[in-house]
T-cell receptor
Framework: DTGVSQDPRHKITKRGQNVTFRCDPI?????LYWYRQTLGQGPEFLTY????????KSRLLSDRFSAERPKGSFSTLEIQRTEQGDSAMYLC???????????????FGPGTRLLVL | GESVGLHLPTLSVQEGDNSIINCAYS??????FIWYKQESGKGPQFIID?????DKRQGQRVTVLLNKTVKHLSLQIAATQPGDSAVYFC?????????????FGSGTQLTVLP
């Protein structure tokens, strides 16, 4: 399978605990994105990496959230001191960064569903 | 603020009929649009994209139409099949290639009736 993969697929945690999610992008993609999706809504952008550099962060990304992509390959998203409002699907996407028609599209992984009790 | 929205939250069609899903956008800087399909419990699946220098693009059983004058795009699915049942999102980004983020609409639930 050469698509975007995410781990774990599901995570249940208690309020106040820290959680970390991993994303492995499509191997030739140098751009990686994190989104959050709540029930019945479209995904909302959180942050974006080009190679190992984090180039953009949404206002949704509070100081409890941190993302890394140390070697420009896989990425991790950590949430510290989780709150019930953090319960959502966390999606990772990757792209080549090339303009269409060669590129442009972002391809999503299956997501990590987080439930904070 | 700028947003991408959908006209209808739900759409039911008979198997074999054509489906049309609509989307309005408000960001005049939008230059690139993507339609995604999302099945329950899965991540969004890329269906088809279109740049603003085009008004129509066709894929396998799908066609995307873009009307920049009224800031509207649509996804047409020919001969709709049960496997097409899903939520469909349109998404936009101002600058393809250098795009950093997608702005999604809230989605349309497509149900294919037997």
């Amino acid at each position: 399978d050469t698509g975007v993969s995410q781990d774990p697929r599901h995570k249940i945690t208690k309020r106040g605990q820290n959680v970390t999610f991993r994303c492995d992008p499509i191997s030739e993609h140098n751009r990686l994105y994190w989104y959050r999706q709540t029930l019945g809504q479209g995904p909302e952008f959180l942050t974006y990496f080009q190679n190992e550099a984090q180039l953009e962060k949404s206002r949704l990304l509070s100081d409890r959230f941190s993302a890394e992509r140390p070697k420009g390959s896989f990425s991790t998203l950590e949430i510290q001191r989780t709150e019930q409002g953090d319960s959502a699907m966390y999606l990772c996407a990757s792209s080549t960064g090339l303009a269409p028609p060669q590129g442009g599209g972002q391809y999503f992984g299956p997501g990590t569903r987080l439930l904070v009790l | 603020g700028e947003s991408v929205g959908l006209h209808l939250p739900t759409l039911s069609v008979q198997e074999g009929d054509n489906s049309i899903i609509n989307c309005a956008y408000s960001n005049s800087a939008s230059d690139y649009f993507i339609w995604y399909k999302q099945e329950s419990g899965k991540g969004p699946q890329f269906i088809i994209d279109i740049r603003s220098n085009m008004d129509k693009r066709q894929g396998q059983r799908v066609t995307v139409l873009l009307n920049k004058t009224v800031k509207h795009l649509s996804l047409q699915i020919a001969a709709t099949q049960p496997g097409d049942s899903a939520v469909y999102f349109c998404a936009e980004t101002p600058i393809p290639g250098s795009a950093r983020q997608l702005t999604f609409g809230s989605g349309t639930q497509l149900t294919v009736l037997p």
